[in-house]
C-alpha cells in the first residue's frame, strides 16, 4: 500500500500549497506551470486511469472543438512519461476536443508526477470545476481511499470536504448498477439517491427509481414511500411550472437535500445540526 503521507507531496513540490487554487488558474489559462513544454502526438497519450470523470458533455465538447479549430490550443494539457508514450494527468475534455477538431499533435507539459499525485490531480481538477456527477465523485474518493489507503477523516481534511459529505456520496456505490447509471445520467438526483438508500432490496430500489422517472416523483414521495407512509389522494392541481421544477431538481442535486420551489419562495430542508452546515458549506455561506 501507497505510504499515506505521499498523496500530494509532488504537487506541492510544484503548484504550492493551494493546489485547488492553482489548477483553476491553469483550466483558466491564468497560471504558466514551469516544465517541458512540448508538442506530443494525440495518439501517443493515454487517458489518466483515475480520471473519475467518465461521461463528457458531447455539445460542450464539439463547441471547444470549434474554438479549437478557429483559435487553435492555448493551455497545454498535464502530462507525464511511461514506457510507452505518455499518460494524461490532466486536460482531457481539451484533448477530446483537439482529436474532434482533427489536431495530430497537442501542446502539452511533461512533468514528473507518481500515481497519487495523479489521483489527486485529477479528483481536484473535476471536483473543484463541479464536472463529475455524485456517483464518479464517489468512485473517485473510494480509489483514493482503496488505493492509497485514506481514511475518511483524512480525505476530508485534504479535499476540505465535511466527513459527513464524503460519507453520505461514498454510500451511493451500494446502489445497483442500473440506478447508479441514473444518477450519472441526470435522471435522479443526489438527493433521490440519498432516500432510496432507505430500501434494503435491489428489486424495490430500481422499481421506485424508474418511478421517479417515470412519474417526476419529489424527493419528500420517495422518503414517504420508503418509510411507508401511505401516499395522500392526489389533489388536482394545476401543470406545474417547467422553469420552476428545473430550478428544483438543479438545487436537490447540487444540496442533495429536498428542495421546494414556488412562485415566491425556496425552502431548503435540513436534517440536523451537522446537515445545515454542510449545506451552508457548499453554499459558501459559513463564518470564516
Same mark, same amino acid.
Given at each position: 500500500m501507497a505510504d499515506k503521507k505521499k498523496l500530494g507531496k509532488g504537487l506541492g513540490a510544484i503548484f504550492g500549497e493551494d493546489v485547488e487554487s492553482v489548477l483553476n488558474?491553469?483550466?483558466?489559462?491564468?497560471?504558466?506551470?514551469?516544465?517541458?513544454?512540448?508538442?506530443? &502526438?494525440? @495518439?501517443?497519450?493515454?487517458?489518466?486511469? /483515475?480520471?473519475?470523470?467518465?461521461?463528457?458533455?458531447?455539445?460542450?465538447?464539439?463547441?471547444?472543438?470549434? @474554438?479549437?479549430?478557429?483559435?487553435?490550443?492555448?493551455?497545454?494539457?498535464?502530462?507525464? !512519461?511511461?514506457? !510507452?508514450?505518455?499518460?494524461?494527468?490532466?486536460?482531457?475534455?481539451?484533448?477530446?476536443?483537439?482529436?474532434?477538431?482533427? =489536431?495530430?499533435?497537442?501542446?502539452?507539459?511533461?512533468?514528473?508526477?507518481?500515481?497519487?499525485?495523479?489521483?489527486?490531480?485529477?479528483?481536484?481538477?473535476?471536483?473543484?470545476?463541479?464536472?463529475? @456527477?455524485?456517483?464518479?465523485?464517489?468512485?473517485? /474518493?473510494?480509489?483514493?481511499?482503496? !488505493? =492509497?489507503? /485514506?481514511?475518511?477523516?483524512?480525505? @476530508?481534511?485534504?479535499? *476540505?470536504? *465535511?466527513?459527513?459529505?464524503?460519507?453520505?456520496?461514498?454510500?451511493? =456505490?451500494? =446502489?445497483?448498477? &442500473?440506478?447508479?447509471?441514473?444518477?450519472?445520467?441526470?435522471?435522479?438526483?443526489?438527493?433521490h439517491a440519498r432516500a432510496l438508500l432507505g430500501l434494503n432490496d435491489e428489486d424495490k430500489i430500481v422499481e421506485l427509481a424508474n418511478r421517479i422517472v417515470n412519474e417526476g416523483l419529489t424527493v419528500r414521495d420517495v422518503e414517504n414511500i420508503v418509510k411507508g407512509k401511505p401516499k395522500k389522494p392526489a389533489k388536482p392541481k394545476e401543470k406545474p411550472d417547467p422553469y420552476l421544477v428545473s430550478i428544483r431538481r438543479n438545487l436537490e442535486t447540487k444540496l442533495g437535500t429536498r428542495v421546494d420551489v414556488d412562485k415566491k419562495r425556496i425552502t431548503v430542508h435540513y436534517s440536523n445540526t451537522k446537515d445545515l452546515n454542510r449545506i451552508l458549506e457548499l453554499l459558501n455561506c459559513l463564518d470564516e
Open positions: 488558474e491553469i483550466n483558466k489559462g491564468e497560471k504558466e506551470i514551469k516544465g517541458e513544454r512540448v508538442g506530443i &502526438k494525440i @495518439s501517443e497519450i493515454r487517458p489518466n486511469p /483515475y480520471q473519475p470523470r467518465k461521461n463528457f458533455d458531447e455539445n460542450s465538447l464539439k463547441e471547444l472543438a470549434d @474554438s479549437i479549430r478557429e483559435r487553435g490550443v492555448f493551455q497545454p494539457v498535464l502530462v507525464r !512519461k511511461s514506457l !510507452k508514450g505518455y499518460e494524461l494527468i490532466a486536460g482531457e475534455r481539451r484533448m477530446k476536443a483537439s482529436k474532434m477538431a482533427g =489536431l495530430k499533435e497537442i501542446p502539452a507539459v511533461v512533468l514528473d508526477f507518481d500515481d497519487a499525485d495523479m489521483m489527486e490531480v485529477s479528483l481536484l481538477e473535476n471536483v473543484q470545476r463541479e464536472d463529475l @456527477s455524485p456517483i464518479e465523485e464517489a468512485e473517485g /474518493y473510494n480509489q483514493i481511499i482503496k !488505493k =492509497l489507503g /485514506y481514511t475518511q477523516d483524512e480525505l @476530508s481534511k485534504k479535499i *476540505s470536504k *465535511s466527513r459527513t459529505y464524503i460519507t453520505n456520496i461514498l454510500r451511493l =456505490l451500494k =446502489l445497483p448498477p &442500473k440506478v447508479q447509471e441514473m444518477v450519472n445520467k441526470g435522471k435522479i438526483t443526489y438527493g
